[in-house]
Nanobody, 121 residues
């Protein structure tokens, strides 16, 4: 079973930056597609960015040009660099790994516990 632990959230002023990190346990990180999602109060959870095991990247339109997703397979970590933050970016940010089947074992989709990002002056 993969476990994900996010960190890096906090309070930041509009226009500021934060970098979120998500560390995965286990041995299948390098072949797993990873994503960052967010959920604002009263809203549904939405995709922010994804990065596949092959390096394909996609962003939600609302964060294109401001957020950058990356991964370090040696550290089993996926990052979300957030710049030019806006109040509407305020949400709990979750890391997610997609299910993968490897070496005769199934690893299900897994979510982290989330980290709060608050953008306010």
């Amino acid at each position: 079973q993969v476990q994900l632990v996010e960190s890096g959230g906090g309070l930041v002023q509009p226009g500021g930056s934060l970098r979120l990190s998500c560390v995965a346990s286990g041995s299948v990180f390098s072949i797993s597609d990873m994503g960052w999602y967010r959920q604002a109060p009263g809203k549904q959870r939405e995709l922010v960015a994804i990065i596949t095991s092959g390096g394909y990247i996609n962003y939600a339109d609302s964060v294109k040009g401001r957020f950058t997703i990356s991964r370090d397979n040696a550290k089993r970590t996926v990052y979300l660099q957030m710049s030019s933050l806006k109040p509407e970016d305020t949400a709990i940010y979750f890391c997610k790994t997609e299910s993968v089947y490897y070496s005769g074992r199934y690893y299900p989709t897994t979510w982290g516990q989330g980290t709060q990002v608050t953008v306010s002056s």
